[in-house]
């Protein structure tokens, strides 16, 4: 069974900046994007980024301009670059890699907390 090990969260001032990194255990075939979602207490979970194979990205409003995803896709590798992070920002962040096949993996999650 595939797994994916993300890394990189933890504590950090308002204004600051963290980098999440997402690795699978093991290759995987016909990943077509690659992506990060977060839930914060309370909340559904959500898109924050996603890159596909043909490298076209996607982010939510609320990190444009501050977050920026990229991947290597011989590799199944995604990372998150956050740049100043807000209290917003706050929830578990989880990697997600969707195939041809719209099976989804996911990664266990990893916290990030920013405090104001």
């Known amino acids: 069974q595939v797994q994916l090990v993300e890394s990189g969260g933890g504590l950090v001032q308002a204004g600051g900046s963290l980098r999440l990194s997402c690795a699978a255990s093991?290759?995987?075939?016909?990943?077509?994007?690659m992506g990060w979602y977060r839930q914060a207490p309370g909340k559904q979970r959500e898109l924050v980024a996603s890159?596909?194979?043909?490298?076209?990205?996607n982010y939510a409003d609320s990190v444009k301009g501050r977050f920026t995803i990229s991947g290597d896709y011989a590799k199944n590798t995604v990372s998150l670059q956050m740049n100043s992070l807000k209290p917003e920002d706050t929830a578990v962040y989880y990697c997600?890699?969707?195939?041809?096949?719209?099976?989804?993996?996911w990664g266990q999650g990893t916290q990030v907390t920013v405090s104001s």
């Open positions: 997600n890699l969707l195939d041809g096949r719209l099976r989804n993996y």
């Open positions: 890159i596909t194979s043909r490298g076209s990205t």
């Open positions: 093991r290759s995987i075939s016909g990943i077509n994007v």
